[in-house]
């Protein structure tokens, strides 16, 4: 499995919203493919899938997750 993780977005953004997945649990993403929008206090952004395979969403939409949190795995 491969996770799926909040980057380091700068030195000052500790936290990011899950503004919308792109991608269902259960969907084949295709490496580099987005599957989820996260937001900050600065910026919004789509995360890419680190790797092909299946989907397996492990936070929901509106949840606030800490920079290095797991937000999926691609199995």
């Given amino acids: 499995m491969v996770p799926v ?11 990011a919203e899950v503004t919308e997945w792109l991608k ?7 490496e580099g493919e987005p599957i989820v929008t996260i937001t900050t206090t600065k910026m919004a952004m ?3 899938a680190p790797a092909a395979g299946v989907l397996k969403q492990m936070v929901e939409e509106g949840e606030i997750v800490e920079v290095g949190a797991p937000l999926a795995e691609i199995e």
């Fill in 24 to 30: 269902a649990t259960g969907e084949t993403v295709a």
């Fill in 46 to 48: 789509d995360l890419e």
């Fill in 5 to 15: 993780v909040v980057p380091q977005l700068g030195n000052e953004i500790s936290e």
